[in-house]
């Protein structure tokens, strides 16, 4: 090329093919000639390959230039953590030909090896976080505080996050098929490398960029977890499936994904749960994803397993059978949930009604969290019809509010008659639990009332029930509130200064007494049983109606009315 070259009077030749370029060249070149080469991690692939290239192996010539090279990688190179990673990145260039040399295989083996020896044979990495060490951080005047602390299992996880996720991959594979360290320290990588490699992944969120690049990320990142329960945490298991649904990753691999949420679910919290519906989508969350996290949760139960021994068949309880405590905190955690996407107002009170009911065979002491929500959802949702009102209504339990949430509901404008009555009752019962009394019996009318709020249609049926589907006025209610606040006033809460807790406690106690004095009034009882007979209660419309008589100005003038709707 060179003489071909002189012919045409041109200083110059191009050699366009040769791997690494000018730079390449110039080692192999100079070390022909026995001059002084220098080798290091950013140019030792491109000197390797360029060698092989122009075929410089051992028997052209002994110690040529393959040979020292293959040398230097294997007693200088794999030898350093930080030298070992730099190499592997500058293997990219230089591919197919860097595969083909199985430098790119040494690399891996060596950073894999690294990444599981003894913490005690560790010297700190060269890119560890520092902001983890309160020495680095002025909290420790010591200078060699650093140094002389001990290296943690997950040394490695952050200077492994400057690879591109198909090395990462890779190695990643490699640190897991030798099965030396944890899987909490895997899923400790897995969770640094998402992190620093998915822009807003923090935030449940994928910044516009490449979406075929984070795609493929996520993708593997989700490929890599490991199998055992609890190596990386719900909250994180939540972010990767945001960010799979951004990224339109797949449903096998979103599915993967619920299925291992839904067996901690016990650890997510609502923002953990807030998975944003799709461009497009009516509603503000995707409330169907969290319904099959919640099925998985509950499938857990019905994962135990036979077997026979000595012809007897004994049931294997697995670690993964829930526990009381877990299905209550799941339990608590819907119902926050519920009160979460209750604000939107576009949420069918189907999507609603479905996600509770899941969770309704769980027993909880307090319904206070299920009541909030419902609030919320009637709230935000005014245009409901009784029907509706009725069935959401049904979720609740008003034997498990507590004294606040009841004193709450009974002057709730948006709750229908029946609830605010039941609610009125089972204050009166507690009441007299707690002062030791017995217990009245439930009358009958209440008794189909409470039957039928818990999904029974044999009270509609037998009742005509419309009044108590309706919502009391803000006339009602108003003498309702003024009523409570003059027995406030009337019982000495201006002595609270003197008294402390004690006067709470006795207006709380008139307000009971003056719940029972009107849950004992048969007029307003036979008012409520035999209003509205003639009427079916199937009309379908969905307008409010007075309870009592049919009759307006009768149920104007009606004292007993007055009294129920003071008190309630």
């Known amino acids: 090329m060179v003489a071909s070259g002189n012919e045409e009077n041109n200083d110059e030749i191009q050699i366009s093919d040769i791997p690494g370029g000018p730079v390449a060249f110039e080692i192999c070149a100079k070390f022909c000639y026995g001059m002084t080469v220098t080798l290091n991690a950013f140019n030792v692939v491109a000197a390797r390959c360029a060698a092989e290239y122009l075929g410089m192996h051992e028997t052209i010539e002994k110690g040529n230039l393959i040979y020292k090279i293959d040398v230097f990688l294997n007693s200088s190179i794999f030898h350093s953590w930080k030298d070992s990673i730099i190499v592997l990145q500058t293997t990219k260039s230089m591919l197919p030909l860097s595969e083909e040399l199985k430098v790119v295989g040494l690399c891996i083996d060596a950073i894999a090896t690294k990444a599981c020896i003894d913490v005690s044979k560790v010297d700190w990495s060269y890119t560890y976080n520092r902001r983890k060490v309160p020495e680095e951080n002025g909290n ?58 998915l822009p807003g992944f923090s935030k449940g969120v994928i910044r516009s960029g490449d979406v075929i690049k984070y795609r493929s990320t996520v993708d593997a990142i989700v490929w890599l977890l490991p199998a055992e329960k609890g190596s990386v945490s719900c909250s994180f298991l939540l972010k990767l499936l945001k960010a799979a649904i951004i990224v339109d990753l797949g449903e096998m691999a979103q599915e993967q994904l619920v299925r291992r949420i839904g067996q901690q679910l016990e650890e997510a919290s609502v923002n953990d749960l807030s998975i944003r519906a799709a461009d497009g989508e009516d509603v503000v969350y995707d409330v169907d994803t969290v319904q099959k996290i ?23 309880r697995r670690p993964g059978i829930l526990t009381d405590a877990s299905k209550l905190m799941v339990a608590k955690l819907i119902d926050a949930y519920l009160a979460e996407i209750a604000k939107d107002p576009n949420l069918p009170l189907s999507k609603f009604v479905d996600l509770a009911e899941l969770v309704s065979c769980i027993s909880r002491p307090s319904h206070d969290g299920l009541y909030r929500a419902i609030d919320m959802y009637l709230k935000e949702h005014p245009g409901i019809s009784k029907s509706e009102r009725k069935r959401i209504c049904k979720l609740m339990d008003c034997k498990k509010l507590s004294v606040d949430a009841c004193m709450h509901a009974v002057q709730n404008e948006r709750l229908p008659l029946r609830v605010v009555v039941q609610v009125l009752f089972f204050e009166q019962v507690r009441a007299t639990a707690s002062s030791g009394s017995s217990t009245p019996d439930l009358p009958r009318g209440l008794k189909d009332l409470n039957i039928g709020s818990h999904g029974s249609s044999r009270s509609a049926a037998t009742h005509p029930e419309e009044d108590w589907d309706a919502v009391a006025t803000a006339e009602e209610l108003k003498a309702l509130k003024g009523e409570i606040a003059a027995l406030r006033m009337s019982n000495g809460i201006g002595g609270s200064e003197r008294n402390g807790g004690d006067s709470r406690n006795s207006v709380d106690k008139v307000a009971i007494s003056k719940m029972k004095g009107l849950l004992k009034s048969k007029r307003i009882f036979s008012k409520i049983w035999s209003s509205k007979g003639a009427q079916g209660e199937n009309s379908g419309s969905d307008s409010s109606e007075s309870l009592g008589s049919a009759n307006p100005e009768e149920a104007k003038s009606t004292p007993a009315r007055n009294r129920r709707h003071s008190v309630s």
């Open 294 to 316: 919640v099925k998985e949760f509950l499938m857990q139960d019905q994962n135990a397993e036979f077997e026979s021994e000595d012809n007897e068949v004994q049931e294997i």
């Open 140 to 197: 420790d005047l010591n200078c060699n505080g650093f140094r002389n602390r001990p290296v943690p299992k997950d040394w490695w996880v952050e200077d492994l996050c400057e690879l591109e996720i198909d090395l990462y991959k890779r190695v990643i594979m490699n640190i897991k098929t030798k099965g030396i360290l944890s899987h909490e320290v895997i899923g400790e990588a897995l969770k640094a490398y998402s992190y620093r490699r």
